[in-house]
């Protein structure tokens, strides 16, 4: 009985212990892929049973010597449902992600420079060099929410023009299999609605190329599901 009561006790401590490496592994390994920028977390929720990791109060912060204002990307809950055997492979598997961004905040610091330009999908979506493309995986379903975005201007002076827009998104997609197009639909998504392209003097154009992929698959989903309702319904026939 002894030795049953130790072999289940290290049982334990071996599936905390993985859990605890994967999540780590998962979770730096998305934030390389999406932002190549500094993050922190509040708290970090690591199913034991489930691959599944469920972040509290997920920021992500502008470069420190060109920017004044830390935060860039304010998301109070980012939850991720993996296959576990494909993070140890060539293409990472995701199921599930839910990604709320309350506050995305874009910043012209006093040199003209925007914060968002350091982005790897910024890179990517316009064609600059360094951007890597060789970044695989899937998210078979992503639900993003999107709150506000701050636009701070310090061309003018040392006290910046700050504009808000109430951008209010709830949407969801399926099959993304391209980190790029992830993270050009989040920017794009965020700023299509606002004036602070137009106000930065940002092109959206080659965000919308990268995105698009991501936004059509959406459209096939809601259309697919529309069908589906057609087939059941009488009215539908």
């Known amino acids: 009985m002894k030795k049953?009561?130790?072999?289940?006790?290290?049982?334990?401590?071996?599936?905390?212990?993985?859990?605890d490496f994967v999540a780590g592994f998962v979770f730096t390994t998305g934030i390389k892929a999406?932002?190549?920028?500094?993050?922190?977390?509040?708290?970090m929720k690591v199913g034991v049973f489930k691959s599944a990791v469920d972040i509290d109060n997920l920021k992500v912060y502008n470069p420190k010597n060109n920017f004044k204002d830390r935060v860039m990307?304010?998301?109070p809950d980012f939850y991720i449902h993996y296959d576990l055997l494909s993070m140890f492979s060539g293409k990472k598997h995701i199921k599930k992600m839910r990604l709320d961004l309350k506050e995305f905040y874009v910043i012209k610091n006093a040199g003209?420079?925007?914060?968002?330009?350091?982005?790897?999908?910024?890179?990517?979506?316009?064609?600059?060099?360094?951007?890597?493309q060789d970044i695989k995986f899937m998210i078979d379903e992503l639900d993003l929410k999107i709150g506000k975005v701050i636009y701070k201007d310090y061309t003018k002076g040392?006290?910046?023009?700050?504009?808000?827009?109430?951008?209010?998104?709830?949407?969801h997609y399926t099959n993304i299999d391209n980190p790029y197009a992830f993270a050009s639909l989040v920017v794009f998504k965020a700023l299509a609605n606002?004036?602070?392209a137009s106000m930065a003097n940002f092109d959206l154009s080659g965000l919308?190329?990268?995105?698009?992929?991501?936004?059509?698959?959406?459209?096939?989903?809601?259309?697919?599901?529309a069908e589906g309702i057609k087939k059941v319904l009488p009215f539908g026939k």
Do not use: C, H, W, Y
């Open 4 to 19: 049953l009561l130790v072999i289940v006790a290290a049982v334990v401590i071996v599936l905390f212990l993985a859990k």
């Open 34 to 43: 999406f932002t190549d920028l500094p993050a922190s977390v509040k708290g």
């Open 73 to 75: 990307l304010d998301m």
């Open 194 to 196: 606002t004036g602070v």
């Open 112 to 132: 003209g420079e925007l914060n968002i330009d350091s982005l790897k999908a910024i890179q990517s979506g316009n064609g600059k060099q360094g951007a890597k």
């Open 208 to 225: 919308r190329a990268v995105s698009s992929e991501a936004m059509t698959s959406a459209k096939e989903t809601v259309k697919q599901a």
């Open 158 to 171: 040392a006290s910046p023009s700050v504009k808000e827009f109430n951008v209010g998104i709830e949407e």
